[in-house]
């Protein structure tokens, strides 16, 4: 099929060169002249037959919102807008509905794969209806990984506008709690002394345990290219993700508390010093007395609460 | 190798199946006569030539500890006792001293697997000396996964004594997480309208997702043999290994949330209603006339906190 | 001074008659007819002179917005809207802005205190510019507790616009926290056989504790009322401001892990049976051929991970 | 009534001082020569009448127990020793035995009140036989808060031996988590350009709140000592007993997550790097190539997962 795709960074590139590879004529489009096959969105319109379907793979918030508005006064009716990238599934029923006036239809498409992308495939969760969906499948088709002996994955239509979005933001929720749980489980192995090769554990999980993962074999290549993972700072940020998962868990009365528990030691990773525990050494030092910085209770002495 | 095998349940039994068939001579235990090879300990222990090694797979707690009591009565200097069983690992500080003093070797191991293991492998992590966990080596060999293109996985000499049961404790911790983080996931896509089917969304993340791994397998294997999990009661046991890994990780001040998190999750599944919302419920009743049981607040008026 | 009062409910009505006790003319507009005292927002607004102070008292979302909208076309230059309900702070801003185009002032206000307010005071949070709070301080005198030989509280200028809210959205998030702190506590209390007396003991807190405060002394109310809680179910709603603290802990990258379980803990005493808790359920079966509903491991076997 | 008092650190000593005001004879013994009023343990026991009571004040761990043990070598049938320090309650049972072979009786005493109680009160809990206890009584009384308008608090026969301590412990638990309930609140309002004093809106919440108390009485106080808590270190020392809590709340599937939230939150209060959030860093860096310390992703990017 032919395609349009803007954004070629380090996602959008890749994605552009496996569909190039799966026969796909791909018109890209990027602010960066280096890698831009147009120089502009009416360019890449213009080039493209109709029914036009051109995929948005820039960053989410404003860059995609006037991408989309650009799009809504380029495109014309039966043509379909794809946002693949990570934009809050609220955006897209925005998008949605702007584009609608014109009769452009709307997908939404959570895209998971990193760097491995290109070679393995992307994993994709899309929404919208049955109808625009069908006009990009053969771009599904090209991203998504390959069917295995296991079966056909990594791609669904998950449902309406939004549940594209929405299913790749838990997604990524559930990846935060996964990793989370692998971090603690790291770090209290690293504690103690009875065990002596924590990444000789580790690597041993790879088969045969309940817990083997893709994220633990990650985690075991980690360790192999910096063993005890020396020199690297606990320090993780977080993309809108994770946030907006717990806070579609809270809308829905949900609770999510190894989720939220990942996103938590986030923040607190990300900073010097911790306001709240500020607060807690100063109440302890006003009802007991307690040094504020920590020296151990006098020797025969009772540490007062 | 001649090998005892005490224990012979769901687990044990499949363990001597897999030791036979790497031709291993395999003399098994169990109270139960109908499973049983031979009459007594002390038959199983006159069966096996010196070095003796006996493989102890019964219930944590007092059985394992009656076991290896009855064990050091019965072997002797050179011979070995492996701990296969879900004992704590503090325990096996206990029952290595025990048998020390009659210079019987001993070696903790976590077995996981479950009923997989026995055409798939089971994942070992052992503790002990060098030369105790040489003697017991073949039966590690032939227990563990077979090694695959990706590498020679599964089995482990985690550390000191100890280090095997603790190794697998944290697995467990670990294991607990995980499957919360999917569980949190699964709850929320399945209380939203704007996904159409969850289980086709957890099938694709099967490939090409940051988030695949063996338990999203089973989620979806049980997703496609109950529907929704339609009948499945909410409601979730917990083995002693998530609560020693919380444990363990406060004795060493490693704070474990995600894995806490799914522990208390568990707790409070098995309770019909929870004692703490009552007094929470009776409190926002003194200060605020809340109804006690639910009652949204009346047409015009303004909640009071 | 002269002050409408829009709501006369729980809260309204107390508030009505605390300011008329401290010799205020309150002109109240209700709905419901039995307990207005004017006919319409157009006579409640007639009734006062200018600069017209206006306080909203009715439920956050829609009736306070159409409440501000009817304001805004009925006041003018240098009157002043009151918002003393539950609003979450976002909406203040839109309300503030929506009666600035016509010169209009605008305090939101956060109102504590509940059933005991007509006696003991409301505690006051506001926000606002110093011109607009000025308009409306002798209200808040009024309905601030009396100072104490302690001093005086109840009562704050927070900030801008929004501030009073939050404050309030703030304190009533710590408030969810402090009821499950002691709830917690109650329940390991009452669950252990060693303690004989846990309301005597609770009761014993309110005097020489770290923990002494007016929630204990409610909680030892109702344990007094209600011996052990009998017949109370464990079931709490929530208001929306515990939910908005985790939510503005999450935009502000503020970890609020107490806060966040108490909150959590509510939205599982709702739930007959929790969707997750399924999801564990139906992973550990599939993987240990664990019973889905409880039984504990057979006799002589050791359970499977 | 006659009182012997080992260990006159911080809190043994005021609580000498307390006993003697109320006119009890109190023999201290310390190993610090300039504040005991005996030489050895041994004249201290001399000096008391029969049937003798000895309260011991010393850190919890093996100075108590070997407190203990000497005691039950120089006391006899009938007389009774007091643990009044922060001993585990478990420790509790091993003492009561050990003293029983002699017929000695054994009374544990949780003691709160910090650096106030010389003048407020100590707040007392205790366990025991009502013989033993009632051999303490005149103690207890002198040390506990006086009765005011409010009623009779402070102290309490909580239950059996071991009681006393595991009330104090949650109660410990509980502080914990209202400490940490009121710092997160402080952190987040902190945070926020909304709101201009802090310290105010806290100073406010002091009366007519619903979470009014001592523990928020103190915060306002450490914050008109050190504005903004400036210069404090965000780092917080944990006694045993919040973990005790946590620990006894697991073994009687009891959840305490904001007890237990606090408690991590100082673990990871103490750490200068995260090693969990090292591996979570890494595991990131693996699968998105994502910078593994911190900068945005370039321009025109989407962040990969």
Redesign the interface.
């Known amino acids: 099929m032919d395609i349009g795709l803007i954004?070629l960074?380090?996602?959008?590139g890749n994605m552009r060169e496996r569909l190039r590879r799966a026969g796909h004529a791909v018109v890209g489009y990027?602010?960066?002249p280096d890698v831009s096959d147009v120089a502009s969105l009416e360019e890449l319109v213009e080039k493209l037959p109709s029914p036009k379907v051109v995929w948005v793979?820039?960053?989410?918030g404003d860059?995609t919102r006037e991408t989309v508005e650009a799009l809504s006064d380029l495109l014309g009716a039966g043509d379909v807008v794809v946002d693949?990238?990570?934009s809050r599934?609220t955006d897209d029923l925005i998008h949605a509905e702007l584009l609608e006036k014109k009769q452009i239809g709307y997908v939404d498409c959570g895209v998971?794969?990193?760097?491995?992308?290109l070679e393995?495939?992307?994993?994709?969760?899309y929404?919208g209806s049955a109808e625009d969906v069908a006009k990009v499948q053969p771009a599904f088709v090209a991203l998504?990984?390959e069917a295995?002996d296991?079966?056909d994955?990594?791609?669904?239509?998950?449902?309406?506008v939004?549940?594209g979005h929405?299913?790749k933001m838990?997604?990524?929720?559930?990846?935060y709690?996964?990793?989370?749980?692998?971090?603690?489980?790291?770090?209290?192995?690293?504690?103690?002394d009875?065990?002596?090769?924590v990444t000789?554990?580790f690597?041993?999980?790879?088969?045969?345990?309940?817990?083997?993962?893709?994220?633990?074999d990650?985690?075991v290549?980690?360790?192999d290219e910096?063993p005890n993972?020396e020199g690297?700072?606990?320090?993780?940020?977080d993309?809108g993700e994770g946030?907006w998962?717990?806070?579609?868990?809270?809308?829905?009365?949900?609770?999510?508390?190894?989720?939220?528990?990942?996103?938590?030691?986030?923040?607190?990773?990300?900073?010097d010093?911790?306001?709240?525990?500020?607060?807690?050494?100063?109440?302890?030092?006003?009802?007991?007395?307690?040094a504020?910085?920590?020296e151990p209770?006098?020797?025969?002495?009772?540490?007062?609460?």
């Open positions: 954004g960074g380090k996602m959008g990027d602010r960066n793979m820039v960053p989410a860059p693949g990238g990570n599934w998971s794969g990193g760097v491995w992308g393995n495939g992307y994993a994709l969760m929404g998504k990984p295995t296991l079966g994955f990594g791609a669904v239509h998950a449902g309406k939004g549940a929405f299913s838990v997604h990524n929720g559930i990846e709690a996964i990793m989370q749980s692998y971090a603690e489980g790291w770090e209290l192995l690293e504690k103690v009875l065990v002596d090769n000789e554990v690597r041993s999980w790879r088969e045969g345990t309940v817990i083997r993962s893709w994220l633990l990650l985690l290549a980690a360790l910096t993972l690297i700072a606990g320090y993780a940020d993309s946030r998962t717990v806070e579609a868990g809270i809308e829905n009365a949900v609770a999510t508390p190894a989720i939220t528990a990942a996103l938590f030691a986030r923040f607190v990773s990300r900073q010093d911790s306001p709240a525990m500020k607060a807690v050494a100063a109440m302890r030092n006003q009802f007991g007395g307690h504020m910085k920590t209770p006098a020797g025969g002495d009772v540490a007062p609460d």
